[in-house]
């Protein structure tokens, strides 16, 4: 993939444009105060599965849904008077919180990665609100950076990772925090990653202290949540033909399947449907009279396909 990436003016004519470009499900990069997100429509499979692509991430850890205000949040997360709080006192600011999804939220399970919360941030970069109230809808983005290499805090690290990989990048100068939000879980309070408000200012405003401590503090340990999503019926990788008793998910002419994630071979589409795939594939194998394991094609290693290639890993391991 290689795109002539846009550098855009951080003035009316960059927002309306950064604004454009995701609305059609087309990756920008924007700044926050903490560091350059690399956004994408939070409601579109495609777009999510290409920051995936764009970041060379290796694993679908879940990702943050941005919004311009409280009440854009409301259209897709349960929002508590506990959440209206906090928010009243630490949004716009980097602050992300842990929040339910609502039931029919529209937003792509490779944003929540299949769990059923949805990380939420309203920045306070003045030009991130701007563009977010234009794109009027949730944008999704990870720091913009290749996965692996520091975070970015200027248009420049952001070309430095991702030029020809996204459609643009708008310049809001040099970001001010430069550490990413802090994220918080809710129903407890847990505290699943430091960052730009300090534990302090939360526990404060929490009347109680936050744990901190076993696998929340972890900086990983929203990915190992992954495991707690894996379909009921036992699943086998690198299927090249079904058993009797199983349904098999396809990849490629090669590989039909009863469903498949993508019948022509695409990786970003293989990506963009792995989630609502295995959600059918666990309701298929729930009725009595039905197939009782899943199995699923062998899909290649490379680019996208190492990510998904993780995610089918985790639904395959053994249970307790
Ligand atoms: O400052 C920031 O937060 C930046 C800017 C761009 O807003 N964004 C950022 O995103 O740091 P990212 O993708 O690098 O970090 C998101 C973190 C990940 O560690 C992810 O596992 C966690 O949020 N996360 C997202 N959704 C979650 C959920 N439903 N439950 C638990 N953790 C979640
Ligand atoms: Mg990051």
Redesign the pocket.
Known sequence: MCLETETLSANDAGIDRAAQLLRASKLVAFP?E????LGGSARSDSAVAGIYAAKGRPSF????A?VACLDMAEDFAEISNDVRSLAAIFWPG?L?L?LPLRAGSGISQLV?AG?G???V?V?AHPVARRLLRQVDGPVA????NISGKI?PTTAGHVLNGLSGKISAVLDGGPCAVGV??T?L?LDPPRL??P??ISTEALQTALGRSLPTGGDAAA?NA??Q?LSHYAPGAPVRLNATEAQPNELWIGFGPGCPGQLTLSASGDLLEAAANLFATLHSADALTSPPNGPTRIAVAPIPERGLGRAINDRLRRAAAPRD
């Open positions: 926050t903490t560091v350059y997100g850890n879940p990702l943050i941005h980097p992300t842990v929540t769990l919360t949805v990380a941030r920045p983005a990870p720091s913009a975070s990413e939000s994220i879980s699943l990653r960052g730009g900086p929203p990915g949540l």
